[in-house]
């Protein structure tokens, strides 16, 4: 057992220093992102402020991914990953250089984190190629794992330290806080030797856009691949809809605003992921399926509809953390899937399509999930409707009765949606795309 262990470390050694490092980098970035939120809201004291910095991130992502794709896959993901760490640093540097400056504005907010952003459009891929580069294939699933854990290590630390730093030292600390980790991130990928893929099957006369698309083509050619996304884009949607877009709207409108409670359920939110992580990352699984994709997916809606029915902070409580303990594994599953079955040569530019066509229906989500909770369910649960009246024994009579309702609606088309698909064939790889290093037609 001791020999295997060793075995294990010594195998992920380069991957273990990449992902401990980023990890501290990510924490001083969610630090930093916390306090900005905070400077922000005392500057304007409106929720707008707060949202535009969240769209200003956002939205780069959407617009740029798939070229930093194709970009990730040609070019040398050490020094991507390089030059990506040192803007977000000079990001940070000129927030400092302004604040100190007592020159910082929010508009100023608004574009740096579009250009880190933008960057971060790049880093992504190259870090994901650079992950399957460092990891051998029987440890996909225990690395994706490790992610999970360390993401949902920084989502439940990062609001708690930086408020505590930004009480005791301001603005200005968790900045300096935030390029010391930088520090640690750049210096680790300088000395970290990263293998270089096998080269991409280019045509000679494919132009620059069409090799963009050909992480498009692949998904397409790869039908399985391209109808789980799709698949998970509808996931996406229907989860924004329901607790993961209108948790905190939830929460506070059945506790009367109570922000202890949403503060405990979102702990468990966090939790739930990591615990998710840790299992997978503790687990001897050596691949991935399909049908562990859905079969989470069906655990997600139900415990969605567990949460909607729950009347209790501990219900609340319990129903979160297995709904996102479920979320985590699904997502760790499915990234185990597309390592192994995208060749390296071109995960970049697949990972980048994969993930702008699943995440593009978030926005929506979001949108139409407070519009549809605000105009429609919440006039519908009223007493003097006839399903108000039906389903307030069910749901409960207090404020929140109507985003139940969109809950239990929302979680079970996602209950049916999922089961469907476990059972259609149509999601299982063919035996000509499910070969090893396959590479799309041209």
Known sequence: ???????????????????????????G?????????????????????????????????????????????????????????????????????????????????????FLLSLMNSFQVPAAYVATSLLVPKEHYTRTGGLQSISGAIVSILSPALGGLVLARGGLAAVLVIDLCTFAVALLTLVFLPIPKPPAAPEKVNESFWQNCLSGIKYLRQHRHLMKLTMFIAAVNLLAKLGPDGLMPAFIL????????????????????????????????????????????????????????????????????????????????????????????????RVFSARDTLQNITIPAGLYLGGVLADAIFEPLMNETTAIGRALLPLLGGAGGAGIAFQFLLVSGIGFVLSLVCLSNPGFQPTRDASKDGASPEE
């Open 1 to 27: 057992m001791k020999n295997n262990k060793k075995s294990i470390f010594s195998s992920l050694r380069s991957f273990l220093a990449l992902w401990g490092s980023q990890s501290v980098s990510s924490m």
């Open 29 to 113: 970035t969610a630090m930093t992102e916390y306090a900005l939120i905070v400077w922000s809201y005392g500057q304007r004291g409106s929720a707008s402020s707060v949202t535009l910095l969240t769209l200003s991130s956002f939205l780069p992502t959407i617009l740029f991914r798939f070229l930093a794709g194709a970009i990730a896959d040609r070019w040398d993901k050490k020094r991507i990953m390089l030059l990506a760490d040192f803007v977000a640093a000079c990001g940070t540097v000129v927030i400092f250089a302004l604040h100190s400056a007592s020159m910082l504005q929010i508009w100023h907010l608004y574009v740096i984190n």
């Open 253 to 348: 409108s059945r506790t009367n605003g109570s922000e202890t409670t949403l503060g405990l359920v979102q702990a468990f939110v966090a939790i739930g992921i990591m615990a998710g992580g840790m299992i997978l990352a503790l687990s001897k699984a050596e691949t991935s399926s399909i049908r562990a994709v859905f079969l989470a997916c069906v655990c997600i809606f139900l415990t969605g509809m567990g949460l909607s029915l729950s009347r209790s902070a501990v219900g609340w409580c319990l129903f979160a953390f297995l709904q996102y303990l479920c979320a985590a594994v699904m997502n760790i599953h499915w990234g185990t899937i597309m390592r192994t079955e995208v060749p390296l040569a071109l995960q970049g």
